[in-house]
C-alpha cells in the first residue's frame, strides 16, 4: 500500500523522502501508518527497479543532503496496474487500500473508478451480510463494538453508492474517454 501511495504521490511532483512522508501523513493517516524507516528502503527498492529516478539533491536543514525523487514511465505503470488490482488481503488492508485508491480517483478514467467502487462496494455488502449473521454478543461491550463495527459497514456502504451515483452520472454525461495518460 505504501508504494502506491508514494506513487501515486510522485506522480503530482517530485518529492524527497521527508516531505513524502508529510504527505503521506497528511493526506492519507486515516488508511496508512508510514515511517521513515519503510519510506527510505522503499524508494531504494523503486529506484533499483526503474519505477523512480533521483532528479536531484538538496541540502537541507542541519546540512544533511535530501535526495529528491521522481516518478518513472515504469513507476507510472506499475501505479496503475496497482490502481486496478484486487490483491487478496485483510477487510482492514483491503479498506485502507481502497482508500488510498480513492485519493488518485482523478488520475483514472470514470469507468475504471466505477469498477472500482463497485467492486468495493460488493466487498462491503458481503461484509454487513456476514456480520448480519453473527450473534450479538450477551457481553455489553463486545455487543457494542459489533453494533459499531456494522454501522461502520453501513455508512461506508452509503458513502460508496453516493460516489458510484456521481461517477455514473459523469458517464453518462462524457463522450466516450480517451485514456488520459500513457500506461
Not at 461506508?156 to 454525461?173: A, K, M, Y
Request: contains cysteine; glycine residues 4%; charged residues 25%.
Amino acid at each position: 500500500m505504501l508504494k502506491l501511495a508514494v506513487l501515486g504521490l510522485l506522480q503530482r511532483e517530485p518529492l524527497n523522502g521527508y516531505r513524502l512522508k508529510q504527505q503521506l501523513e497528511m493526506f492519507m493517516s486515516c488508511s496508512i501508518c508510514v515511517n521513515y524507516g519503510a519510506i527510505y528502503p522503499l524508494l531504494r527498492r523503486m529506484e533499483e527497479q526503474g519505477e523512480v529516478m533521483l532528479c536531484a539533491e538538496q541540502i537541507e536543514e542541519g546540512g544533511h543532503c535530501g535526495k529528491v525523487y521522481e516518478i518513472t514511465p515504469l513507476g507510472k505503470n506499475t501505479w496503475y496496474r496497482e490502481m486496478l488490482a484486487y490483491p487478496h488481503e485483510s477487510w482492514v488492508n483491503a479498506r485502507s487500500r481502497f482508500l488510498i485508491k480513492f485519493f488518485f480517483f482523478s488520475h483514472l478514467l470514470p469507468e475504471e473508478r466505477v469498477q472500482l467502487i463497485e467492486h468495493r462496494l460488493m466487498s462491503c455488502q458481503l461484509r454487513l451480510a456476514e456480520k448480519k449473521a453473527v450473534e450479538i454478543s450477551d457481553d455489553l461491550y463486545q455487543a457494542k463494538v459489533q453494533r459499531r463495527a456494522f454501522e461502520v459497514i453501513k455508512s461506508e456502504i452509503e458513502w460508496l453508492v453516493e460516489q458510484l451515483q456521481t461517477e455514473q452520472l459523469q458517464l453518462t454525461q462524457t463522450p466516450t474517454s480517451i485514456k488520459s495518460a500513457e500506461y
